[in-house]
C-alpha cells in the first residue's frame, strides 16, 4: 500500500520566517509527487515533481525531491499571512495515475 | 478559468434521501475521474477511480453500493450518495486525469451535510 507522510503536522511562525516542510513516502510505482494548498475549499496546485535534484521554484516557495532517499521538501521564504493554509503531498503511482496524499502541514503565519 | 467543475457546491439533505454530485470536465477529455472524501482537519482519501464506460474501482472500505459512481461520457461523473446519514457529512471533491498529458486537475468540492 502507497504511503505518504508529511511533517511537521502543524506549524506557527511568524511573517517574514522561512520554513520548510517534508514530505516521505513509499510508493510502489512512482510516477510524480505533487504539492498543493488548500484553504477553504479543494487544494490548488503548487508543484510537480518527477526527477530528482531539480529545485522547482514560484516565487517564494521552492520544492525539491529526493528519489534515492523518497522524500521531498517544500520551502517558503518571507512568509506572509495569505500563506496560512494546510500544504499537502501527494504521491502519483500505480497504474490507474491515483493520488496518494499525506494528512497535511498545517501552517499558521502570524503577523 | 476553471478546468473542473462540480455541482452543486453545498447541499444538505435530510437523512435517508439520496444527493447526486457532478464532476464535469470542461477543457478535455477523461477517460478517468477520481472521487476523493475529506473529514474537517483530515486529509483526502480517494474514495473511488472512475473510468468511461466501464464499472468504477473502489478503494477498500468503500461501500460500492453506497457510493454509486456513473461515468458516462468523457466529460462527466457523477457520485449518487444513497440513503445518506450525518456520517456521511464531508467534502466530496472530484479530479480530472487529462487523456492528454496524465496530469490531474481538482474539482472546486461540494460539502455535503446531512441532517
Known amino acids: 500500500e502507497d504511503k505518504v507522510v508529511q511533517s511537521p503536522l502543524s506549524l506557527v511562525v511568524h511573517e517574514g520566517d522561512t520554513v520548510t516542510l517534508n514530505c516521505s513516502y513509499e510508493?510502489?510505482?512512482?510516477?510524480?509527487l505533487l504539492w498543493y494548498k488548500q484553504e477553504k475549499k479543494a487544494p490548488t496546485f503548487l508543484f510537480m515533481l518527477t526527477s530528482s535534484g531539480i529545485e522547482k521554484k514560484s516565487g517564494r516557495l521552492s520544492s525539491i525531491l529526493d528519489k534515492k532517499e523518497l522524500f521531498s521538501i517544500l520551502n517558503i521564504t518571507a512568509t506572509q499571512t495569505g500563506d496560512s493554509a494546510v500544504y499537502l503531498c501527494?504521491?502519483?503511482?500505480?497504474?490507474?495515475?491515483?493520488?496518494?496524499f499525506g494528512k497535511g502541514t498545517l501552517l499558521t503565519v502570524n503577523p | 478559468g476553471a478546468v473542473v467543475s462540480q455541482h452543486p457546491s453545498r447541499v444538505i439533505c435530510k437523512s435517508g434521501t439520496s444527493v447526486k454530485i457532478e464532476c464535469r470536465s470542461l477543457?478535455?477529455?477523461?477517460?478517468?475521474m477520481f472521487w476523493y472524501r475529506q473529514f474537517p482537519k483530515q486529509s483526502l482519501m480517494l474514495m473511488a477511480t472512475s473510468n468511461e464506460g466501464s464499472k468504477a474501482t473502489y478503494e477498500q472500505g468503500v461501500e460500492k453500493d453506497k457510493f454509486l459512481i456513473n461515468h458516462a461520457s468523457l466529460t462527466l461523473s457523477t457520485l449518487t450518495v444513497t440513503s445518506a446519514h450525518p456520517e456521511d457529512s464531508s467534502f466530496y471533491i472530484c479530479?480530472?486525469?487529462?487523456?492528454?498529458?496524465?496530469?490531474?486537475?481538482f474539482g472546486p468540492g461540494t460539502r455535503l451535510t446531512v441532517t
Open positions: 477543457d478535455f477529455q477523461a477517460t478517468t
Open positions: 479530479s480530472v486525469k487529462s487523456d492528454r498529458n496524465y496530469e490531474q486537475y
Open positions: 501527494a504521491v502519483n503511482g500505480g497504474s490507474n495515475y491515483k493520488l496518494t
Open positions: 510508493v510502489t510505482n512512482f510516477r510524480s
